[in-house]
């Protein structure tokens, strides 16, 4: 009889191990746009410091429009959204053929629930530079975009089982077809000028402590 009921406890036990992730996992839903890709110049407006004389350069600029909804109606905000970004561009290296990989993860934090908010990705002047070799910004340099919403940790279930991408449907990066770049940065909003520009518009960066 007890060995009956210390089987029962294990199995039990062992169920809820398995069903809590299923539960988190259906928590959220995303609505994820597609990635749109722009060039945009340094800010020139300094406020009242001393004036410099410079010509701003191009960034590009990636973002993605996106909208957290959660089954718990209660739920007003998600204390944490990590988004893992892949960018796939011409290799710069001239003698090489395919194309490089750029990787970029930005947690987000008090992302508001029901609302379109951004999140967004740059490449700065000089990386631009030395990607397409001008400072030009050209999207033909860029073959795709995509990546992956966690929301408090946890991939949200949608149609698109929490991944966007600018081209296809699939998760391209994981193909092992394109070589891992690290020398070109990819930056988020807090890590450039424009920082403090759009403060609205975008999902709140988590700062490290």
Not at 48 to 66: C, G, L, Q, R, T
Not at 101 to 115: C, D, F, R, S, Y
Not at 171 to 189: A, E, F, T
């Amino acid at each position: 009889m007890k060995h009956t009921n210390i089987r029962n406890i294990i199995t039990a036990a062992f169920v809820a191990a398995v069903l809590a992730p299923c539960a988190a996992l259906a928590q959220y839903t995303v609505d994820i746009d597609k990635p749109k890709v722009e060039d945009i110049q340094s800010p020139n407006n300094a406020g009242n410091v001393a004036k410099k004389s410079f010509k701003p350069k191009d960034w590009m600029e990636i973002e993605v429009k996106f909208k957290i909804e959660s089954k718990d109606k209660d739920k007003k905000f998600a204390d944490k959204v990590t988004v893992k970004w892949y960018v796939a561009a011409k290799n710069p290296d001239k003698n090489a053929k395919g194309y490089i990989l750029l990787e970029k993860e930005v947690t987000h934090v008090n992302v508001p629930i029901g609302e379109d908010v951004y999140t967004s990705i740059y490449l700065s002047p000089n990386s631009v530079m030395r990607l397409t070799g001008s400072d030009n910004v050209s999207k033909s340099d860029i073959k795709n975009v995509g990546g992956v919403f966690l929301v408090d940790g946890q991939k949200p279930v949608d149609k698109k089982k929490g991944f966007f991408s600018l081209e296809g449907s699939k998760v391209w990066w994981n193909s092992g077809q394109l070589s891992r770049y690290d020398k070109i940065p990819l930056l988020n909003k807090a890590e450039t000028p424009f920082k403090f520009l759009w403060w609205d518009r975008f999902a709140e960066i988590e700062v490290e402590r």
